[in-house]
DNA sequence: CCCTGATTCGC
DNA sequence: GCGAATCAGG
């Protein structure tokens, strides 16, 4: 199978919206999981929470004597010595501490911040956090604005049916990329309602996506899972 | 062992 | 560019 705009499309959602590799290879099927990490990596994503992230150590030489038996070969002390730069200090990882969004803010053709906010009950919103709460500059703190949806979410049920679906091809950075249904099934399709400046998804979903972090005991059990969680087939 | 993502490197 | 092999942490 060939990596189609499609494929990576959806690769790249599902990257984003936190499936793992092997969940995004069963997705697209005829690649293994090795290779949607490969091309992930390929297409400029990576990083997400992996096992092995944390520990930073030179280790280069190390694949040599695998496949291709019959050439390089291993020469067993090749690459010992000075062959590898293996330096890889990492600035800071993803600084993610900033309070607002780093929203990647590539709007193009679009100015920057002085937009009119069209949402006339809302002053002035700098972004939504975790929980669906509004932040909003230093001097306008006001406590009237609703902290948490009390709503509750619904599965995925945009409106009538998936006649205004929202398709892949439909996806910009103005509408909310969360994924309704699977992807390859007829219905597959995305929330679409307008995104929170900053992030990839509408209110509700952002809610779903980013949760505040309680203490250790006041977790939820149930952690959203975009997709659907584990497909079983 | 299972899982995960990261990396390398022959193709 | 692709992805199997391999590594390494949980």
Redesign the pocket.
Known sequence: ???TDERIATLKKMWEGG?????IAEELGG?????V??????LGL??????????E?K??????????S???KKASAA?APAA?P?S?PAPSPAASTSTKADAPAKNDGSPSQPVPNPTPELPKIVSVGPGGFLRQGPGDQQPPIPPAPPRRLVPAKPSPEIADKTSLLDLSDKVCRWPMGHPGEPDFHFCGEAVNPGFPYCVEHCGRAYQAQLPRGARRPPPPLPFGGPRVR
């Open positions: 199978m060939s990596w499936s793992t590799a092997s969940q690649v293994s999981r090795n290779a990490i490969g091309k992930a990596h390929r990576k990083s997400r929470p992996s096992p092995v992230k944390a520990n150590k280790k280069a030489a190390k694949k040599a004597a695998s496949k291709t019959a050439n390089t690459k590898k293996a890889r």
